[in-house]
């Protein structure tokens, strides 16, 4: 978890990694979900279309502090993670879910998810079950390019990806 390191301190703190693009804020496109507003931890990327197929055999996994990033496309069309998987990520250890896309659930995931929750909207749509995932890809969204392995730090400032782990 992030502790005491807030982004704009940890921006602020490493302007010569702003620079040279090892550090980048996403732009402000993300809404903030559940009960953990502060998060970070190392990126695992995946890309999922209007379905979450491989989703929840993922966060079953040991989450080891990570944050799941995924790339449903900026899909306003169907909610990609609901309470359920929030749920699962919380009690296998992810630190947080990051949704290109849409959330559902919301009202549960407020009350009672301890992770960090974004996502760009909530529907209240179910994903598709077919489909499928791309793991350990590159994600294009808000103005960057976000890789599997970065650091991912969030609070209600916004949201920082650095190529490596930050301290100040």
């Known amino acids: 978890m992030m502790g005491s390191i807030k982004v704009a301190d940890a921006y602020d703190a490493n302007l010569e990694l702003a620079k040279s693009g090892d550090i980048r804020i996403l732009q402000p496109i993300f809404n903030i979900y559940g009960k953990c507003r502060a998060f970070s931890g190392p990126i695992f990327t995946l890309k999922a279309l209007e379905h979450n197929v491989g989703v929840k055999e993922l966060l079953e996994t040991k989450g080891e502090g ?23 990520a919380q009690k296998s250890g992810w630190a947080g879910i990051v949704v290109n896309g849409c959330i559902r659930d919301v009202d549960e995931i407020n009350d009672g998810c301890d992770i960090g929750v974004r996502a760009l909207a909530s529907h209240p749509g179910k994903p598709g079950k077919k489909g499928t995932a791309e ?18 730090y969030a609070d209600g400032d916004g949201i920082l990806v650095s190529k490596t782990r930050l301290s100040l």
């Open 66 to 88: 990570r944050v799941l990033f995924i790339d449903g496309g900026g899909s306003m069309r169907i909610a990609l993670v609901g309470e359920y998987l929030c749920s699962l």
């Open 135 to 152: 793991e350990h890809v590159p994600i294009h969204v808000g103005g960057t390019v976000i890789h599997d392995g970065e650091w991912l």
